[in-house]
């Protein structure tokens, strides 16, 4: 059989082109450009291949890095120069932001990301006169990302005036995103023109409470179209009476909070009833100490009708419960018929009775497409939560093997997972009776990077521990009761329970403790051991 060889100059430019979009755009970029082949570059300068770039690196436990030196270095001195004019959009890493930036004039770039977002780069480059302020001004789209710091958890240090600052410094701005667990803004005490802007249109923000939405609504962003908002939820009375005026230019709200007692009626539903030309609502509230559950009745009577343009909702509403405020007893049908009543199918609900005293009831549009899912029991639908990260099971009846077997199949990308669960389990397997497969299979949990076992049976340490029962091949964060940990591992020497310990970073126990060489051979990795009050 006679054999050709094809060599990939060979192709026409067309069919090269369509190759090399297959590749990622970074690259082909530094693989091709200014490697001697004139074709090749003129190919490469295509705005397919410049007019997004970036610069980070995401590891598999979701860390962000900047690329690597070397080819940071190739960029900036060789390829950044020859290509800035085409580029549009630049995803960066804060502590290689200014090197990327003043590598090239950048004439056309109006859309900027910047990942592991801090008080020092703030201070440094946004706060005060820099060597990149001039590209701010051209800038239309800004997202910035906060980068998640223990140290700021605990000490609940949040940015002040970062947010004013940015509105104030990038000129042209019409989108702005902030977020991450620290990027939480407050207008507490702040003049009432603080964070102002006549063209923005889009906002993606956490607020530190309800008080600082209102604000935000107040006329002070008078074309905003979309905004995106996660309350904290901090309680907090403001004396100051913002203006309530309906918001006609409102088409896109996003809201996920958590409601005290009756938040959720005489604030909440107040604020929807201002944007009666919305398009598109997405709601994802917790609503705790309310006297009924929020059901498809409700949401058509107190929301649905006052927007007539609505064409999209997307919703989850967890609400809690005491039962002697309820007539009777309300099953997941009786929920559902509510929705079916409205003409809302694609509703699933969970309702579960913890005791004599409360009941929880989540009712949700399908799919779910929240990341985090609080207080399940034992009993819900057999659906696929693929968006889920972040889970929180509870329940007064024992959680068994079978369930943690159900959690891993239908939360298949769990990364958190809290367990509240006072009651023994039932079925405790030993190495005996271990070959039975359906109570005794090993459950799997290939994502889980942070395990929350503070408020459980001991059993439950056991069940997430023993290697025989789970396995935890990226554990890295686990909060557990110190002596509850020490009697299952038998004081960091038990083989079994070893496992899933070795690769822990982060320990959280509830008191300051003098520990064994034991302990530390068990957790070889461990970076910090933290206490909590």
Known sequence: MNQSNVNLLDLPNEILIIILKKLDNMDVLYSIMNVGNQRLDNLVLEKTFTKTLNFVLTTSNDDIFSI?????????????PRIDHNVKSLILE???MERILLAADYPNLTELKIFNFNEPIFARYFAVESSIRRIFQQITDLIIVYKDDINTMLMRQYP?????????????????????????????????????????????????????????????????????????GTDYHSSIVYNMDNLPNMKC???????????????????????????????????????????????????????????KFIFHINTEIKLNDLVHYLSNDDIQRTFANIGYEQV???VNYLNIDIAICHVFSLPFVFDYLEY??????????????????????PFEQEFFIRIARFFPFLKELRVINFESQLHISNELNFRDNILHSIVQYPHLISLILMTVHIDYVEQFLNETKTHLPRLT????????LTIVTENFTRNITRLNCTKIKELTIEESRVHSKDFYVYFPLLESCLCFD
């Open 94 to 96: 804060s502590v290689s």
């Open 477 to 484: 964060t686990l909060r557990v009761d110190y002596d509850q």
């Open 68 to 80: 690597d030196d070397s080819i940071l270095n190739r960029f900036c001195i060789n390829i950044l």
């Open 253 to 311: 709200f996003s809201l996920t909070c958590r409601c005290r007692n009756n938040e959720y009626d005489i604030k909440i539903l107040p604020l929807l009833r201002r944007m009666s030309n919305l398009e598109e609502l997405t709601l994802n509230i917790i609503n705790s100490k309310r006297n009924t559950f929020v059901d498809g009745t409700q949401i058509n009577n107190e929301i649905l009708v006052h927007m007539p343009r609505l064409y």
């Open 376 to 397: 399940i029991g034992n009993t819900f639908p057999p659906i696929v939560f693929s968006h889920v990260v972040s889970l929180t099971v509870y329940d007064t009846v």
């Open 160 to 232: 002040k005036g970062v947010h004013g600052y940015i509105l104030k410094f990038f000129e042209n701005l019409k989108h702005l995103s902030i977020t991450g667990l620290y990027s939480l803004l407050s207008l507490r005490n702040l003049p009432l023109t603080t964070c102002s802007s006549s063209i923005l249109y889009k906002l993606c923000i956490n607020l530190n409470t309800f008080e600082d939405c209102l604000a935000l609504l107040d006329g002070r962003l008078k074309q905003l179209t979309t905004f995106i908002v996660n309350i904290d």
């Open 348 to 350: 699933c609900c969970i």
